[in-house]
């Protein structure tokens, strides 16, 4: 009976000569990663636990990106406690002020995280590096404590669904797209506890940051992690930026699947998640008319630079509706840099955009474009739960950078074929 | 052990953006987390609820964000444990690993209605709906996990090995 690759990962990561579904593993880590909102607890309980020294001080990543620039005295305590501990401990990838980026576009453009590793993160989209071919999972502060003191943590070796996408992607459908039609089907529970594959000629030939943006979301659909078999499109993406060697894994042609789920990719539109939950998904065309406030075009789902770009060649030469509020952030300086010497930030300021900071801040409401009661944003941001921008009776759309775009011009839900 | 208490009842899917607001997180004290528990799901729930009540919750509770401030604010508001028909992954690690009690059973959830009074008995495996004579059977803990809640949670199962 063969392996999936989420099985041999995790297995390469263990003493174990055999490994299956279910089985209960205590597995080395490669990467651990916290953040300014859940690092603070996991020093408290490193401190308690009596913790003098990390396992790997270049084997753990701290990223102060969820409220900074600090918004407030409390969210500047929490990193100036992280900063000293961090300093106090010589953790390498320490990043705050302007080398901070969204921690889950950051890490992979750093070359921080690489396919074949085993990465855990105290925050739950940490299943984005699964587009390299790495197993990365989101964990709570607690086991993050657990990692830095240790460098090994317990797993339960998930059943993997395999996605098997076939046909080319019709016009402004993205890999967005794809996630949201898939969350869509199954259901946010529908992956629950389990790896999430995706295969097929479509996935073959999608680009690094649809992948990324693909993996980032299975946790939409509860499930452990996301992974994509890495190929010559992963090759181009670390070969330059990787600082220690990595392994590609792959899954045997004889490994055991929980189910099998093909989609057609040539018979999607451009989805849109209907508020408040990432699985109340409709094609745009049926979207009707919903009227919005704020466009939100950024996050560790779709900041980078070719949903910059995809987003400026709509806004070039049209303006945001004066009824919109377009925020705009480009998710790490570096991405924020490119995007100025491309020239986007000059089309998003003459579209009437507000350019963010590399920073969470509105995608979790955290600050940076706070709404309103009864306001409604589009975003290209992955969660639209109650509250999950500000006030708790505010509505989330989720969609690709095109439709938020398209939107913000509109000022209603759009697609770019509209305008 | 058991955890005896009035049953508050929330529905399917109930995220950590609504036990825990992310607007709240700018501190990990649990008192304050406490005073904002399950705000965006009932922001009455904190006032009208008594130490020991128990929560019941329908599919996938604790989905969304790895925030471990969720099952903190839950218990710091003094609620002995919770009860879903299932727990999303990273609530139902976190729970255990910091020291919630959670348990899983899908018939309880239909049998109960809010304000109805419960007894867990995590030992025997059962809860019982005195006011109309039922007892469920709770999905059993996976050997390891007991372990977990056995040492006092993760951190110090590890100082233990
Ligand atoms: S951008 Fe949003 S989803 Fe991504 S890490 Fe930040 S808060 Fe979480």
Redesign the pocket.
């Known amino acids: 009976m063969g392996n999936t690759i989420t099985e041999k990962i995790l297995m390469a990561h263990t003493k174990l000569k055999e490994i299956s579904a279910g089985q209960l593993i205590n597995a080395k880590v490669d990467i651990a990663l916290g953040?300014d909102i859940t690092a603070p607890i996991a020093i408290k309980e490193f401190i308690k636990a009596q913790g003098k020294k990390v396992f790997d001080k270049s084997k753990i990543a701290l990223v102060l990106?969820?409220f900074t620039p600090n918004k407030d005295i409390s969210s500047a305590q929490q990193c100036k406690f992280i900063r000293e501990f961090a300093l106090e401990h010589k953790i390498t990838h320490f990043y705050e002020g302007g080398q901070v980026g969204?921690?889950?576009a950051l890490l992979p453009e750093k070359g921080i995280v690489l396919p074949g590793d085993l990465v855990i993160g105290a925050?739950?989209?940490t299943c984005t590096y699964g587009a390299l071919g790495a197993f990365a999972t989101g964990v709570g502060s607690t086991d993050l404590a657990a990692v830095m003191l240790t460098g090994e943590l317990w797993f339960k070796v998930p059943q993997s669904i395999k996605f098997v996408i076939n046909g080319k992607l019709p016009k402004w459908v993205s890999g967005k797209d794809l996630i949201l039609n898939i969350i869509g089907r199954i259901g946010v529970d529908g992956a629950l506890y389990q790896a999430m594959e995706f295969t097929g000629k479509t996935i073959s030939k999608l680009s690094m940051a649809d992948r990324l943006s693909m993996a980032?979301m299975a946790i939409e659909a509860g499930a452990k992690n996301g992974i994509f078999p890495p190929d010559e499109i992963t090759t181009q993406y670390v070969e330059s930026r990787a600082k220690r060697p990595y392994k590609f894994y792959s899954s045997d042609a004889d490994a055991v699947y929980s189910d099998i789920i093909e989609i057609d990719a040539s018979k999607l539109e451009p989805q849109v998640a209907f508020p408040h939950l990432p699985s109340n998904v409709k094609g745009v065309s049926k979207a009707g008319k919903v009227k919005i406030d704020q466009s939100l075009i950024?996050?560790?789902?779709n900041?980078r630079i070719e949903d910059l770009r995809i987003a400026a060649k709509i806004f070039k030469k049209r303006k945001a509706s004066s009824n919109v509020r377009l925020i705009v952030v480009p998710?790490t300086p570096f991405i924020y840099k490119q995007a100025m010497q491309e020239g986007l930030l000059e089309i998003f300021l003459n579209a009437g955009a507000v350019i963010s900071p590399p920073s969470?801040g509105a995608?979790?409401g955290?600050h940076l474009g706070i709404l309103a009661e009864g306001e409604r944003a589009i975003a290209t941001?992955?969660?639209n739960f109650v509250g999950r921008m500000g006030h708790p009776k505010s509505e989330v759309y989720l969609a690709s950078p095109a439709i938020a775009a398209a939107s913000a011009i509109l000022g209603r839900i759009a697609s770019p074929e509209e305008l | 052990m058991i955890f005896q208490g009035k049953v508050w009842k929330f529905g399917d899917n109930i995220d950590t953006d609504a036990i825990i607001p992310a607007r709240y997180l700018t501190t990990s004290e649990p008192q304050e987390l406490a005073a904002h528990c399950m705000e965006d799901a009932d922001p009455k729930f904190v006032t009208r609820m008594k130490a020991g009540d128990i929560i019941a919750g329908g599919e996938n509770f604790g989905c969304g964000?790895s925030r471990e401030h969720a099952p903190i604010a839950i218990k710091a508001a003094g609620i002995s444990c919770v009860v879903a028909k299932s727990f999303a992954r990273i609530f139902y690690r976190n729970a255990f690993n910091m020291g919630l009690p959670i348990f899983e059973s899908r018939e309880l959830f239909e049998a109960i209605q809010e304000g109805e009074e419960i007894i867990v008995d995590s030992t025997s495996g059962t809860i019982t709906l005195a006011s109309k004579n039922k007892t469920f059977r709770i999905n059993p803990i996976p050997p390891f996990m007991e372990q977990l809640i056995a040492d006092g949670g993760l951190m110090k199962h590890i100082a233990g090995k």
């Open positions: 953040n990106d969820h969204v921690e889950h925050d739950s989209h980032n950024g996050s560790c789902t900041g998710a969470c995608c979790l955290g941001t992955n969660r | 964000s």
